[in-house]
Nanobody
């Protein structure tokens, strides 16, 4: 059984930085896609970034490109989201999501139904 556990959420000031972690367990084999989504109150869940577990492909939402970096440590089965220059509009619950084995991660990566596994979320609050 696959489990995803996020950590690292916190309250920070405008312009601050945070690093979120997603520890995965229960995966056995196969290239898959690991993503970060976020959801603010009253808003739809939106894709933030995705990475293929082969490590070479990453994609970002336009609103975070240049500020956020997704990475992974396969030895630790952990995916990270380094967030810099945080803004109040980044305030949301952040979720880690993972797919079953699939070949590519790019096209359609922001579609929530693509992901079979979700974590419980970690709250990020940015104050001005």
């Amino acid at each position: 059984q696959v489990q995803l556990v996020e950590s690292g959420g916190d309250s920070v000031q405008d312009g601050g930085s945070l690093r979120l972690s997603c520890a995965a367990s229960g995966y056995t084999y196969g290239h898959r896609c690991m993503a970060w989504f976020r959801q603010a109150p009253g808003a739809e869940r939106e894709g933030v970034a995705v990475i293929g577990t082969g490590g070479s492909s990453t994609y970002y939402a336009g609103s975070v490109k240049g500020r956020f970096t997704i990475s992974q440590d396969n030895a630790k089965n952990t995916v990270y989201l380094q967030m810099t220059n945080l803004k109040p509009e980044d305030t949301a619950m952040y979720y880690c999501a993972g797919t079953s084995p699939r070949f590519s991660c790019g096209s359609g990566w922001t579609t929530t139904s693509r992901y079979d596994y979700w974590g419980q979320g970690t709250q990020v609050t940015v104050s001005s």
